[in-house]
């Protein structure tokens, strides 16, 4: 993807599998938000391949785009209207599009209780709290009951017990639903909680692409072991934390007191491997190389795919 003579996208391929949440990570500028809207089918690509549920998002029609939800970071339209009022006017544009295997829309109370807005329904959405609006917000992106959902910095606004329950959504959406989660955030705890898989962009280039515990590993060093043995706190570092303990409970048994295992976060990943790519930018490395070498995918230039999400 260009913009000018500038490069923003530069060969980023991958492929999504129905029912997989798949976070999208990287700095500012990485290229998350175009890639995101050339996905939705909101931005015109400059080169490369785009397959979102079968079809170029270019050209994807109503029927394809009634397959689809997205959940914008912010989203201000029909302030005089009721939540309950607009969740059955967006829904009822999905009636035509509504299959035996996937009924549309979603029913408007199951809906309203399935975000949590059960005792604001009736209220103007001018009136609703940051909170609210932004359940709404969520509410009004999976009405359709899409097979692939996009969500960008969802839980903005969200206070930690609203925070939990969107998880809850989430991954039930995922799991009963079979629906498709490609999610945007800088909440790396989130990411964590939420990702079946973590892909990390860095100037438009995918430099990782693993599960949480997969780039841990490979990125972000060792696990760290600590106990208490004759009153006195260890700890060490090993890369195979399971066989060290092993060992340790071999040799002593019931007196080691106070185990902990403090395996690398997705934070801890994240980190690492951005300085490293701050370390080789400095070097004059590209994000191809850096890719390269990270072992992120480095496919011709200006491919992306998204995959099959309903295959």
């Known amino acids: 993807m260009r913009y000018g003579t500038r490069d923003v996208l530069d060969g980023v391929e991958f492929e999504v599998r129905r029912g997989e949440v798949v976070c999208l990570l990287g700095p500012n500028g990485a290229g998350k938000t175009t890639t995101i ?28 785009r009634a397959r689809t939800g997205v959940v914008l970071q912010s989203w201000r339209d029909h302030a005089r209207w009721t939540a309950r009022h607009l969740l059955r006017h967006l829904g009822a544009y999905y009636t035509p599009y509504s299959t035996p295997a996937r009924p549309r829309p979603y029913d408007v109370d199951e809906l309203i209780e399935m975000v949590g807005l059960g005792e604001h329904a009736d209220q103007k959405v001018r009136l609703l709290s940051g909170g609210q609006r932004r ?17 960008d910095e969802p839980t903005a606004g969200f206070d930690p017990h ?21 999610l945007t955030t800088h909440d790396l705890d989130e990411a964590e909680k939420l990702a079946d898989r973590i892909l990390i962009l860095a100037d438009g280039r995918i430099v990782a692409d693993g599960t949480t515990a997969g780039l841990a590993e490979r990125f972000a060093g060792a696990a760290r072991v600590s106990w208490r043995l004759d009153g006195e706190r260890r700890s060490v570092t090993t890369p195979d934390a399971t066989r060290f303990l092993r ?49 992120g995918r480095a496919p011709g230039p200006g491919r992306i795919e998204s995959g099959e999400a309903a295959r």
């Open 37 to 64: 809207e050339i996905l939705e089918g909101f931005r015109a690509r400059s080169a490369g391949e785009v397959e979102v549920l079968g079809t170029d998002p270019a050209t994807g029609g109503e029927d394809w």
């Open 135 to 151: 359940r709404l917000d969520v509410a009004i992106g999976i009405v359709g009951r899409p097979e692939l959902l996009f969500l």
């Open 162 to 182: 609203a925070r939990r329950e969107f998880h809850e959504l989430v991954l039930r959406l995922a799991g009963a639903e079979e629906t498709t989660v490609l």
């Open 247 to 295: 060992g340790l409970l071999a040799e002593h048994g019931e007196a080691v007191a106070d185990l902990e295992v403090r395996r690398p976060s997705l934070e801890d990943t994240y980190l690492a491997l951005v300085r490293r790519h701050e370390a080789g930018a400095s070097r004059g490395e590209s994000a191809r190389e850096f890719g390269a070498e990270t072992g």
